[in-house]
């Protein structure tokens, strides 16, 4: 009995010098650390490559969306391009193509067909301008003579293409400025309406004025200011006080052609007021110029809403009305002759654009105009 108490503590005393060690022993502490950073950083190395990727198919489905797809919409947008590049050129890339645009020259007057987007005037954001480069301009025509210079006679709106008069001297650029405002010359527009104005022919004659638009996006517009209003009983009209600050406005028109929700039409403003053909036209008869994005609505800054009709012959989307550029064309001058001498009688074609629309829309320009 003693001999197998000996055995049995031998054993346990072997089995105690004995150490058991695990079959897998764990990594120590900072093997385990490393292997977590490594694994955090390349899950964002992972996702850091799906979102670039997952970016680069939104850019490419803009990009998708925002080149035009048919010939009419790259065409709106290659002009605009092409207005953008006149007023960030060199003056004397700009001097050049107002030289090509000449349409009459004598020893008073010089008169140019002036191209669609850029500004007469310079301004608070505004690159190059005709009246920057006049200069530059006046050396093209008369070669290196000294004392050559050209002065503007009138204005014509950014977006509004046709014959623009400058005059050789401060005397002849001041007669012509007389002639104007005394109503002496005879001016001619063409436009593209949205809608045909009813009655077909007649005279606009409401005073005009600038008014603060408020909401969301304030800004100014010219606005109507009638001086006579609906009686109490409708069957008559009432005059009202005219506003101090309104200017009297007048314009003829007279419709051309029509087809398709649209017509042409011819005016003749015998006032000067800002923008007064686009207002008479847009708040007067309720028929827009074409393209004419700040008139189109009167409470808020948006592109000009064009109906289905007018978009399919234009083959043209809605996205992309707001590059469709102002169809509205200074096409004919006439000054009366000074000294017994004729009329001068200045005729600017019409730019490639406009006539384009014409064509699309089916509408027809008589050859007498």
């Not at 150490?19 to 190395?45: I, M, N």
């Not at 970016?55 to 207005?83: I, N």
């Not at 400058?166 to 949205?194: G, P």
Request: proline letters at 7%; a positive charge.
């Amino acid at each position: 009995m003693n001999c197998v108490r000996k055995a049995l503590s031998a054993s346990a005393s072997a089995l105690r010098s004995v150490s058991v060690r695990p079959r897998f022993a764990p990594p120590p502490p900072s093997v385990c650390l490393e292997s977590r950073r490594s694994a955090t950083l390349k899950a964002a190395d992972l996702a850091q490559r799906v979102r670039k990727e997952e970016e680069r198919e939104r850019a490419a489905r803009r990009q998708q969306q925002q080149t035009p797809r048919t010939p009419s919409q790259r065409a709106v947008v290659e002009l605009r391009r092409f207005s953008r590049q006149l007023q960030a050129v060199h003056p004397t890339v700009l001097a050049k193509a107002l030289r090509r645009a000449l349409l009459h020259e004598d020893r008073r007057l010089v008169a140019l067909n002036k191209p669609y987007g850029v500004p007469v005037h310079g301004g608070p954001g505004v690159g190059n301008n005709i009246s920057h480069v006049l200069p530059i301009l006046a050396k093209m025509i008369d070669g290196p003579r000294a004392g050559s210079q050209l002065h503007l006679c009138h204005r014509l709106d950014k977006e509004t293409t046709g014959v623009l008069l400058l005059a050789r001297s401060e005397e002849a650029a001041n007669d012509v400025q007389e002639l104007f405002r005394t109503h002496q010359v005879d001016k001619k527009y063409l436009v593209v309406c949205v809608g045909v104005p009813v009655p077909s022919e007649g005279v606009i004659d409401i005073p005009i004025i600038e008014k603060e638009v408020r909401g969301s996006q304030p800004h100014y517009k010219m606005a109507l200011s009638p001086v006579y209003r609906l009686s109490q009983s409708g069957d008559g009209l009432t005059r009202v006080r005219a506003n101090r600050q309104a200017h009297g406005a007048a314009t003829r028109y007279r419709v051309l052609d029509s087809a398709g929700g649209c017509s042409l039409v011819e005016l003749q403003p015998v006032t000067g007021v800002k923008h007064q053909i686009r207002v008479h036209l847009a708040y007067g008869l309720g028929c827009p110029v074409l393209g004419d994005h700040k008139y189109a609505h009167w409470g808020k800054l948006a592109p000009q809403k064009l109906p289905e009709g007018v978009l399919r012959r234009l083959a043209l989307e809605q996205s992309k009305a707001r590059h469709l550029p102002l169809h509205l064309h200074a096409r004919q001058l006439v000054l009366p002759g000074l000294q017994g001498q004729a009329d001068i009688t200045i005729t600017a074609p019409l730019p490639r654009f406009f006539s384009n629309s014409l064509c699309k829309l089916k509408l027809s320009l008589p050859e007498e105009v």
